[in-house]
Structure formats: structure tokens, C-alpha cells
């Protein structure tokens, strides 16, 4: 099974409008970390947010925002007031248990913002 | 203030030569991840490095290699090359290993012919 699941291969969004983009994890650990990152076209991933799982708040970076609703295992992220530099691809990615150090991605979404 | 660098940025390579790939972490940091990311996927991770050993590997054949030197810069060794390996090879640091973040470099692109 897929550890890491975003549902949405490409979205589009108007420049200055709010997108939501999808991750569902699955994992048996109870203590884990859930990252989103952003992937130019250059290649380098851009680190975004982080939650853990043991967070009680949503955690928010500026515009983004990761929307981590647990029972239901989702990590969405939300980029408020897209902007035209937005527009990449984007990865979710879950580090799990305390004695794992590798991050395991999903397949990613390419996020199109659209003037 | 540094980041992730990655050297080289691009590589051409014959099938069955050796590849070795280089990154230097981020200022601070002392330990070194490498992944491959295939065209359209998401990058996998290949293993860790930390105190100059390799702490986790992830399911990579043992043509992979690396190396961490005590200046924490790390190289990433592939053995007899096969087309499919063929990808984007990035390097990512961080402190201690786990955390909150991981910084990654801007990847070396190899492409085996």
C-alpha cells in the first residue's frame, strides 16, 4: 500500500485565489512527521511546513497552512493568495516513528497558477 | 549563509561505468540523506549518513554507495550503471537526522546512454 497518496496530478488555480492540495498517509506509528515541499522546475526542493503528530494546532508557515485532520490520516496543505511564483510541483512526505530517518514521498502535484 | 550544495549539477554517463556524486551540507548540519528521483515520481530515499556511517538505507541495490567525511560532506557512489538509473539525485541535511526539516540541495541530474 501506498504510504503516501496525493489523489491530484495537476491543479489549476487563478493568481490571488486560495488552492488546497490533498495528502492521505497511512501509517501503524503513532509518533510521525508530515512535510510538504515544493519542487521548482530548477529541481531543489523547497522545504514548506511541517506537523507532528503529536501537534494540537494546524501548523501555518505564511501563505501555507497544513490542514491535518488525523483520524481521517490527511495533511492538506492550503496556499492562501496564490501567486505566480506558486506554480510548481509539490510533494507531501511522512518521516515515521522516532527511529526512522528517511522521508517517504508521494508522487507530488503540479500546481499551474494562472494569471 | 550556505545551503545544500550539490556537485555536479548535470552528468553524462555510459551504462556499466562508475558515478560518484558530491554534496557539502548545509552550514551546522551533520548529517547527509541522498535520494533518487525518477522522471515524474517522487524522490526515494537511498540511505543516511551521520558520524561518518551509514545510520539507514532505504531498498537500493549495493551498486549504491557513499561516503560521509568528517567535514560532514558526503558522496554518493553508483557501481556499474544501468539505464534506469538514469534520475535526479539529490542530497538533503540536517541536524542529528531527524527533525522538523531537511534542507535539500538543487540535485545532479544523471542520465546513463
Known amino acids: 500500500a501506498q504510504k503516501i497518496t496525493q489523489t491530484q496530478p495537476g491543479m489549476f488555480v487563478q493568481e490571488k485565489e486560495a488552492v488546497t492540495l490533498d495528502c492521505t498517509y497511512d501509517t501503524s506509528d503513532q509518533s510521525y512527521g508530515l512535510f510538504w515541499y515544493k519542487q521548482p522546475s530548477s529541481g531543489e526542493m523547497i522545504f514548506l511546513i511541517y506537523q507532528g503528530s503529536y501537534d494540537e494546532q494546524n501548523a501555518t508557515e505564511g501563505r501555507y497552512s497544513l490542514n491535518f485532520q488525523k483520524a481521517r490520516k490527511s495533511a492538506n496543505l492550503v496556499i492562501s493568495a496564490s501567486q505566480l511564483g506558486d506554480s510548481a510541483m509539490y510533494f507531501c512526505?511522512?518521516?515515521?516513528?522516532?527511529?526512522?530517518?528517511?522521508?517517504?514521498f508521494g508522487k507530488g502535484t503540479k500546481l499551474s497558477v494562472i494569471p | 549563509d550556505a545551503g545544500v550544495t550539490q556537485s555536479p549539477t548535470h552528468l553524462i554517463k555510459t551504462r556499466g561505468q562508475q558515478v560518484t556524486l558530491r554534496c557539502s551540507p548545509k552550514?551546522?548540519?551533520?548529517?547527509v540523506s541522498w535520494y533518487q528521483q525518477a522522471l515524474g515520481q517522487g524522490p526515494q530515499f537511498i540511505f543516511q549518513y551521520y558520524e561518518e556511517e551509514e545510520r539507514q538505507r532505504g531498498n537500493f541495490p549495493d551498486r549504491f554507495s557513499g561516503h560521509q567525511f568528517p567535514n560532514y560532506s558526503s558522496e554518493l557512489n553508483v557501481n556499474a550503471l544501468l539505464l534506469g538509473d538514469s534520475a535526479l539525485y539529490l542530497c538533503a541535511s540536517s541536524l542529528g537526522g531527524g527533525g522538523t526539516e531537511a534542507f535539500f540541495g538543487q540535485g545532479t541530474r544523471l542520465t546513463v546512454v
Open positions: 552550514s551546522g548540519h551533520d548529517t
Open positions: 512526505a511522512m518521516r515515521e516513528g522516532l527511529r526512522s530517518y528517511q522521508l517517504t
